[in-house]
Every structure is written in structure tokens, then in C-alpha cells.
């Protein structure tokens, strides 16, 4: 061990007075860590971590908390939580521990946000009064007022242990506090502590008028005010406060733990003798806690602030912290797929604040938006038009749809409280009764609109459509199900996906059907719950649905056997991706076919939709951007112009290349594997895009066909294991196939996790085999790291369909002089998906507001050629530029043409020169 970790442990070991063997067993486990691992950075970090897991493993923990740790090294809470998580990562069979590292780190940075809205919120309701008087007999000064009232929030929440990672329900617990301690400070008229310019102030309480008495109403609240002024939600606030908060402050006032009147809950500071009792019970309950439970002492944020005299202390110094915040409190990772379906961010529409204070509106904003969406929607009950429905299906479908859907609220809320503290259930079962609630009425809400777009999309039998949906409990049990994890995300529960699925039993392979829908179809979803909902689909996509005991593979199975053709029973990419989604490089091909297209039956369609247009030349036509394209063999994709066709009119040829616009196979196997090519494609584009090394198209193209091998020839791979494991390995083989010196498993591991999805236990966690234990005869399964993966598994799998891309493969290569050369010629390229640059929809920006925005697209622009444009710059352009602009925008039709005289205006930016010109290439880049 080095000097300065030695002398870490002998300063803490006098200083505290520790056990020995407590010292031992931080010393062992820093010695076996070093001895493994190269701890970089500072040791007494280390040194912490060691001595934390040793107190938290100890029997019999002593006077000692994270905090006394921390403040003996130096060491700042950020720089502590960054180490400690890679410490457990190191560590080996410490899940426990490892669940109360990350719920540590969650309290932080929950508490860290909730107190920068205490201190707003404090200073909003009390001020120092330059009016009245500091009593000369007062029990409690300003500052003590703001130390008691933190002090009175975290013992009170700590008596919640499910509320400390919890920013939801935290935040409505401390309006709750605040209300409170509000009300005591009036009835103890403490009017020099008062702010007379909040609005809850009684009427004629600060009025100096001698010998007036104001009576003021009892009791008091204030908890509107609040709600209105910091960005409460009042009716889940009045829910805590009246569940949860006062009757736990009743019940410590009934034991005589609280100075505080039973009824009333007033006389907290009635005199001086009761305002220590107090102090007293609640330092004494909460040090106890935080000893026993080995938590963060939350009262380092007033004592920090105290000591610094700024925001916040060195205890405190945010070197990593508002990285960490922003991806565990509420800052949710964008997901690659699905962003055309996200509205602009916050920042984007110009909003300000703090990022703290964004949190906590964030918080509220889910909450509101949920509400709005359901409003006047309760008691959950079918709209008149679902009943209409229902009334139509049978005379039972209504009364079994509503069964279903009790006996589902029934079972979540079960399975919520199996762990549920027995002291706190009543009042938990009570918020999940309303959060059920919420999630009945969207779900007949979105069951009411998805029925009836798919009565508008379906032209025939769609009764019997209807009817089976309705009577299809998978589909209505996921989509329950989803409405369910949309309330408890809005509401910040721990208890997200896939704990929804797995409490209602239902597979990723199933759930995963509902989810573009209900996005589809609801616009007044905030954007984290999209992005939120995207996350869910691309776990369901990415490992959920290839679990061994998934439905996915009794129907690969089934395809099997009952398609010949298919092979395998996996579709191809090019089988599966709808015409838009295809990838188009070749742009239009010169002496295209001439002769007329034919129709051709696809082999085991429908005879009446599943027709696809044949050239002369044997090539498929599909619809692609402005006229069909071409698809041979190889995948290979041509834009064909439909003037080429033989002299048939562009609409003779639309008619006919409407029968085709569908993919080659259809059902919900051949929709899972679109979204798995779409997602997988998405992946490995943005990772070799991180890369050190460029590739081109064609490298790009060789790859992807390799992994379609995977995904179509080796589809046993993916069994129990993540889709991003096979890709990896499969950009690593590529690499060395290719001659990509650089492409080594940390440069991409590196890029890997750049992306939102990556998680470190994709590649430390890979199953490498099954094998069957020696004494209890059970079946184990052996996992390793990925590297382990690759040489074990996948290399014996692939090698010989990878080495075929080798630049020296190929008969013209002769001998092999290299060994990943072989004399095959290589396969035709796979089709490449087709990536959404942008979104393109309207979306509805606002739920009280028919108003809706959608990106500028470039197509939409007409060419202005060289022609000079007019800029205008605020406070500095002179008035007739902006009238030049406005009468340009009247007449804007007048220049459509190519010897237009005068252009399009641009709006310029504070930082730009208002004499420059702007190119035509920066022109998408400007809005108009």
C-alpha cells in the first residue's frame, strides 16, 4: 500500500476511534482492488470507497457516516459517487451493495435539486423585516428559522424510505412542510420573519395599527399559493398533505415525540421550551437514522452553505455533478430511434432558468400534461363513441373489456405493494388507487382513437377487426399495461419497465406492438414521456423479446415450417422494410427498362394485396421518392423515371405501384424484425461514425451485411443475450476482414458508449455457455466479457461468411496470402435501411392550443439562385428594411422564378455582421 492511502486510513482511525477489523477489511479490499485494477486518480477516494463498503458489511456499524468520511479526506460527494460506482462495477457479487451505491447517488441528487427549491422557496415565504422589530424575547432567529424548517423536511421524509430518490413526491412533501411551517410562524406572530410581499400573508396581519388584533382563520394554508408561484401540482400536493403528511405530523404529536397541538398541528414554536423539545426530537431521530442506514446526511447542504458563505461548499463542489444529475434525476438519455417523433426541446423554444429549477418543472409538467390529457375523462368510463362500439361487437364486450381492466388494477396494485413498507401501505395503496385511475382513463382514451383510425384504414371486414381486437387480451393488456408505465413515469416511480410487463405477465416480444401507437395517437405527451416510451421499445427490441422463453421464437419456428421460402423463419431486411425505409444511393440509372412492367404475385400473399410491379429486366418496382425504383437480386436499389416506362401515363403507373407499396412480408414477425434492422442499423451507423478510423459506403455496406447473417443464418445468437453484443462483435470481425488496424475492441467499446443506450453490462455480462451444475444437477449459465464471447462463439459462427468481404477474396486473388482472404466470391450487399434526417410531422406544441409546428424541409424551397438578400437586425437596421421584408413576404409569390430581383430575407442573429452575405449553402441552416 502507498504512503498517502496509508496514512488515509491512519487519520481516519484515530480520528473516529474504528474498530480494527473494520480497518482490515477496508485495507484487504483496497489491497485486492490496486492489485487488480489501476485505481487512477486520488487514493484517499479510493481509500473512501473501501472503508464505506467495510462500514456498510460490518455488523455492528459505528458512529461513523458517509458524511464523517467524506469531510476527514476533503473528498467532495461528486468525486465520491463517480469512484465508488466504478468501485462496485470491480467488485464481484455485491449486488445489494451495489442497488445502495446507485440509490445513494439518487438521493444526492434528488436532495441537491429539492434543496435549491427550499431555498427559493424560503426566502419567498420569510424575509427580514425592515419594519418590525426582532423581539426581544424571540425563541429563534432568521437563520435558524431556515436551519429548522430543512431540518423538519428530511426527518419527516426520511421516515419514507421509498421518497428519497423520489423528486415527484419529495418536491410536494416539502410544499407541504413549508405550508406548515408557514402556519406556525403567523400563529406565533412572528411577524418580523414574514415577507410582506407574498401573497399568502393574511389580510391586515402586517398592518401597524395600535392595539388592533387581526384574528387570523385556523387553519391556515397557504398551499395553493405555493403551488402557483414554484411549480407545484395542487392536487397531487393536497393528496400528500392530506394522506400522508399530516397525519404522520398527528401521529408524532399523539406519541409526544412533537411540541405540536394534535388537532390543529400548530404551536410548533409556541414557546421556547417547546421550539428546543422539538430541535432536540428531530436532530436526535434523524442522526439515528442516518447512522443506522449508513445514508447521506442531508443537512450538509445547510452546513456547507453556512461555512462557504456561497451556494454551495466544497463538500458540495459540483466538478461532476450536474452530469450526473442530468442523467439520473430527470435529463433522460434521447433514444437513436423514434426522435421524428419527439417535439423541439425546452432550449430550443428560448425558456430560461436554472437547470435545477428545470427539473422540478420538468417534474410538474409530466404531471400536468397527464392530468390535462384525462380531463373530463373521470371516473374512467368509455367515451359515447367506444360504448357505441362495444354495443355493436356484442352485448358482453363492453362488460368484459371493464372487467379486464379492474382485474389488471387489481393485480398492479398487489404486486406494487408485495414489498411495501406494512406501516406506510394504507397510504401508498391510496396514491396508486388514483394513479390506476389515471391510467383507466387513458387507456379508454387511446383504446377510443385507435380503433377508430384503424375503422378509417381498413376498407373491408373491419367489424370483425374490431371485434377481435377488442376480445384480444394480449393487445389490451399491453396496452393497459403501457398506460401504466406512462403514469408511473410522469409520477418519477421507481418501479419502471420492465416491472410493468413483468407484474401483468407479459413478454417484451408483445408489449413492445402497443407502443408507436399510443405515440401515434395521443400528441399531449410531454417529450421525456416519448423519449421514455422510445427507451421501452428499443429494450424490448434490443434483449426483452430475444429472452428463451420470448414468443418470438414459437413463431420464427412456425414461419419455418410454414414458409419454405423464408428458410430460417427470419425475414431478410430488404423483406421486411417498407419502400420509404430503404436506403436509395444509386440515384437514376441510365438505359432504364423499357419494356412495360408486370405484376407478380409475392409467393404465400394475398392475392388481392400481396402483387409486386416486375420489370422486362426481372427487377422488382417499388415506389421510392419521385417514381419507382428498382430492386434486383442483390438488393441493389434504382430510381427508375416513369417516363421510361414504355410511354405509360405517371398516373397508369401510380395505380399500379399503389398494389406494391407494402413490403415484401407482412405480420407481426415481419414487423418486429423492421424495427430490429431499423434500430440495429441506427446503432451501427452512429458507432462507426464515433470511430477513429472512416470508413466508406461500401465497408458500411459489408457490414451490415453480416449482421442481417447474424440476425437471418444465426438468429440462435441472440438468445438470452443483447443485440449490441452481436454488433460489436460483428464490427469487430469487420475490422479485421477489412484491414482496420485501429478498430480494437477499447476504441470501439469507447464509441459504444457515447451512445444513450450503452450500458457497461453489455460487454461485461455475455453468456458464453450453459452448463450443468455438479452437485444440484441445475443448469447454470457462464458468463464473461465480451472478448470472451467473441472468441468462444461468435468467431466459430461467422468467420466464414465474414472472411468472403476480405478486399483480397475473390478468384482474382489467387493464392491466400492473407488469412482472411478466401477465393468465394462475396455475397450480394444486404439493403440498407434508410435513416429520418428530421422530423417532418406537425406536432401539437400545446394541450389547451390547436397549434401545431413542423420543420422547414429544404424540398419546400424554391431556388433563388444568386439573387441578393435583404437581412434586418433589431434595434440596428434602419425601418425600411423591415417594411422591404414585409412587402417581399405579401408579394412572396411574385418570386418564384429564377430571375426574381429580389430574394428571401433572413432574419440575422446578434453575432452576425447584418453586411454579410449568406451563402446559398447555409441557407437551410437559416429560418425564413
Known sequence: MDDSAGECFQSLLSKFGLDCSLVDAAILAYHDMRSNYDLEGEPKIWVACALYEAYRNSVEPGPLSLTDILRCGDISLPDFFNKMKKWVEMSVGVCEFSEHVHGLERNFNVSMVIYKRYRDIFHDLFAISNIFKYPPHATFSYSELFDFSWLFYIQIKGSYSYLKDDLVHSYNLLLCCMDLVYANVVHAERKDLLNPFFPGVPAGFLDEVPGCVVQVSHPLSVLEELCARHDGVIQDTLDVNQHWFKPHVAKLAHEGALAIHRQTLLSLFHDQEAYYANINFLTTTYELRVQKNGVLDERVFTQEERASGERTGSLL?????????????????????????LSPPPSAAGTGGSHDSDLVVAAAERVARLHAIIEGLTPPRPSARLDKLFQECSALTGREVEERV?????????????????????????????????????????LDVTLASELKRIKTNAEIYVYNLLHKDCFNRSLFACCLEIVLFSYRSKKLFPWVADALELFGFTFYRVIEAVVKHEEGFSRDVIKHLNWVEERCVEELSWQKDSPLWKDIEVARTSDRELGTGVPRCSDVLLPSQVENTSGYKSGAASAPPRMQKLPGADPTQGMRMVSATGQTLIPLGNGPAAVDDSGKVTLVPLRSLSGQSSSAVATKMALSDRPKRTGGLALFFRKVYLVGFVRLRELLHKMETPIDHTDEKKIWTVFEYCVTRKTHMFEDRHMDQILLCTVYIMGKVLGHEKWLFENMLRAYRLQPQAHSRVYRSVLVGISLHARGGVLEEERADIISFYNDVFVNQVLDFARQFSPLAGPAAGRLPHPWATPTPPPAFSVLPALKSKAHAARKISTNHNLYIMPHREQDRPSYGSTPRLSYRFSISPSKNLREMNEFIRNESRYDKQDSTIAPKLLKLDNHNPFDRVSSSSFSEMTR
Not at 388494477?409 to 385511475?437: N, V
Open 317 to 341: 463542489e459540483p466538478r461532476i455533478f450536474h452530469q450526473e444529475v442530468g442523467g439520473t434525476v430527470n435529463s433522460f438519455p434521447t433514444p437513436l430511434t423514434n426522435r421524428h417523433f
Open 406 to 446: 379492474q382485474r389488471l388494477t387489481t393485480l398492479f396494485i398487489s404486486k406494487y405493494l408485495e414489498d411495501w413498507p406494512s406501516d406506510s401501505r394504507q397510504q401508498q395503496e391510496r396514491s396508486l388507487e388514483r394513479q390506476a385511475e389515471a391510467a383507466q382513463c387513458l387507456y379508454y382514451k387511446l
